[in-house]
């Protein structure tokens, strides 16, 4: 598989993850408004990186990814009404770790340099 097509298959992947995280959050009527917001916005961080296909941003928001994974396997463990999104949460989570992270590797030796050189350059 090319660059490219990972790339746009990662791309499709968080933005579908960050449709169905906001969407089931949002949704929950437990929460405050303004606490719903603070569970979504660690998601929205990083898209103009990946719209843009940097690998820099690729690499670092499997971090993000983390949280929500830990937040997925957590709804598995205490809220069985909630364990069909739970899972899914947990696998596109771990999956999207993987696939980016192996985006960004792959991408930066194609481009024959390293993430700090690429982290360098932006600043």
Do not use: D
């Not at 990662?10 to 449709?19: D, E």
């Not at 296909?53 to 983390?66: E, N, V």
């Amino acid at each position: 598989m090319s660059s490219m097509n990972l790339m746009r298959l990662c791309r499709i992947g968080y933005l579908a993850f960050v449709a169905l995280v906001g969407s089931y959050i949002l949704t929950q009527g437990e929460y405050s408004l303004g606490f719903k917001a603070l569970l979504v916005a660690p998601l929205l961080l990083p898209i103009p990186g990946i719209l843009a296909g940097k690998p820099y941003t690729y690499a670092w928001s499997g971090f993000i990814l983390c949280l929500y994974l830990c937040h997925g396997l957590t709804l598995l463990v205490i809220a069985p009404e909630a364990r069909v999104f739970a899972s899914i949460e947990s696998i596109l989570a771990l999956t999207l770790i993987a696939a980016q992270s192996y985006y960004a590797r792959m991408r930066v030796r194609e481009m024959g340099t390293s993430l700090k050189q690429i982290k360098a350059q932006q600043s």
